[in-house]
Nanobody, 124 residues
């Protein structure tokens, strides 16, 4: 059974930090690009960041560059998103996705798997 289990969301004040984790199972981890997209009420879905498990190449949305860092522990089949200097506009449901598309702004729409989402709320 394919599973993407997200954890680490929550409520934080502006300027604070959170670390999201995405634990994957049930598929060949190294075949996929894995990362995060987010969706806030009334806003378009946005690809935040992703990493190729095989090559290590990464993608970051301009809105998070310099603040967020993605990493992959291939031994644990887990991808992490360290989010620093959080802003109220980062508030959204963050979804983990594993897709066959390589890192890009729309990687998450490729064929693959998606998690259930975790809420991140940044208060001002």
């Amino acid at each position: 059974e394919v599973q993407l289990v997200e954890s680490g969301g929550g409520l934080v004040q502006a300027g604070g930090s959170l670390r999201l984790s995405c634990a994957a199972s049930g598929f060949t981890f190294n075949d996929y690009a894995i990362g995060w997209f987010r969706q806030a009420p009334g806003r378009e879905r946005e690809g935040v960041s992703c990493i190729s498990s095989s090559t290590g190449s990464t993608y970051y949305a301009d809105s998070v560059k310099g603040r967020f860092t993605i990493s992959s522990d291939n031994a644990k089949n887990t991808v992490y998103l360290q989010m620093n200097s959080l802003k109220p506009e980062d508030t959204a449901v963050y979804y983990c996705a594993a897709t066959l598309y390589q890192p890009s702004s729309t990687w998450y729409v490729g064929p693959g798997y998606w998690g259930q989402g975790t809420q991140v709320t940044v208060s001002s």
